[in-house]
């Protein structure tokens, strides 16, 4: 079952805007993942926030992590074109063998 | 340096086919792992390997075998192809962390 659900599903905005993408998950974590999948490619790592982290940033990425609301946020600034791509957050779980457990995804389109 | 290299790119399969789909990295990861992406489904976990010579069950084993022939390479099986296993395959290693690299999916259509 899906311990990450992305919010929204699908995201449309201009070039040179901020992007902002959420994450909720059910239990507790050792760390929240972010990757980017470009059309017809596979998954890309982006950034990791461990458990004990608030925020973190990364070129134009910043992400959020709240335990208490068992959320997260990604953060795209001045967003480009080459932007366009699904996000998807992972979680990894105590006790979970090193499984990281996928939410099903954002798409995200920078309109140029 | 490939990272995650998997074959085929594409396959077309008739139901109740088998056939194999190959994935090796380059990277001396110890552990790998076997997923499968539907729309609207997100990845789902078929198969993992800790380590060379270990295999567990992920989320959606059903209908797949795996082998880890060693530390670079691991397979995955489907001995009679079903409609329903019609998806992208990803295949990924790990590194510390638990921060994975894909590779680039094998596309299968079971008709």
């Known amino acids: 079952s899906q311990q990450g659900e992305e919010d929204p599903q699908a995201l449309s905005i201009q070039e040179g805007e901020n992007a902002t993408m959420n994450c909720s998950y059910k239990?507790?974590?050792?760390?929240l993942q972010w990757y980017r999948q470009n059309s017809g490619r596979g998954l890309v790592h982006l950034i990791l926030?461990?458990?004990?982290?608030r925020e973190k940033h990364s070129g134009r990425l910043r992400v959020t992590l709240d335990t208490s609301k068992k959320s997260s946020s990604l953060l795209i600034t001045a967003s480009r074109a080459a932007d366009t791509a699904s996000y998807f957050c992972?979680?990894?779980?105590?006790?979970?063998?090193?499984?990281?457990?996928f939410g099903k995804g954002i798409t995200l389109s920078v309109r140029p | 340096n490939a990272g995650v290299t998997q074959t085929p790119k594409f396959q077309v399969l008739k139901t109740g086919q088998s056939m194999t789909l190959q994935c090796a990295q380059d990277m001396n990861h110890n552990s790998m792992y076997w997923y499968r992406q539907d729309p609207g489904m997100g990845l789902r976990l078929i198969y993992y390997?800790?380590?060379?010579?270990?295999?567990d069950k992920g989320e959606v084993p059903n209908g797949y075998n795996v082998s880890r022939l060693n530390k670079r390479e691991f397979s995955l099986r489907l001995e009679s192809a079903a409609p329903s296993q019609t998806s992208v395959y990803f295949c990924?290693?790990?590194?510390?962390?638990?921060?994975?690299?894909f590779g680039a999916g094998t596309r299968l259509s079971v008709l």
């Open positions: 239990t507790s974590i050792n760390n």
């Open positions: 990924a290693s790990k590194v510390a962390k638990n921060i994975q690299y």
């Open positions: 390997s800790a380590s060379e010579g270990t295999t």
């Open positions: 926030i461990r458990s004990n982290e």
């Open positions: 992972a979680t990894d779980a105590p006790g979970a063998n090193s499984k990281l457990t």
